[in-house]
């Protein structure tokens, strides 16, 4: 049985900074597998946010780039997203799952950025 779980998520004040983790288990082919970061916030539809092969190679939403850094430790089976230069509009649940989404939706963790 496959599960992710989030953590790491907190208030921050913007401009502040977050990392958030995932913790996958019961994945065999955690290396192989492309992971991604997903966030859905009040009243909006969930939307990509990053996700990185398990070659290494990464994709990032425009509204991200270069602020947010997804990277994963296969050893650990974890995913993470370091989130940094915050914003307001960053305030989301944060759900990490695969790429494409299969979808397993753990719980998610919650980010509010206050201005």
């Known amino acids: 049985q496959v599960q992710l779980v989030e953590s790491g998520g907190g208030l921050v004040q913007a401009g502040g900074s977050l990392r958030l983790s995932c913790a996958a288990s019961?994945?065999?082919?955690?290396?192989?597998?492309?992971m991604a970061w997903y966030r859905q916030a009040p009243g909006k539809q969930r939307e990509l946010v990053a996700h990185i092969t398990g070659g290494g190679s990464t994709y990032y939403a425009g509204s991200v780039m270069l602020r947010f850094t997804i990277s994963t430790d296969n050893a650990k089976k974890m995913v993470y997203l370091q989130m940094n230069s915050l914003k307001p509009e960053d305030t989301a649940v944060y759900y990490c799952?695969?790429?494409?989404?299969?979808?397993?939706w753990g719980q998610g963790t919650q980010v509010t950025v206050s201005s």
């Open positions: 019961g994945i065999r082919t955690f290396r192989d597998s492309t």
């Open positions: 799952d695969f790429y494409p989404p299969r979808p397993i």
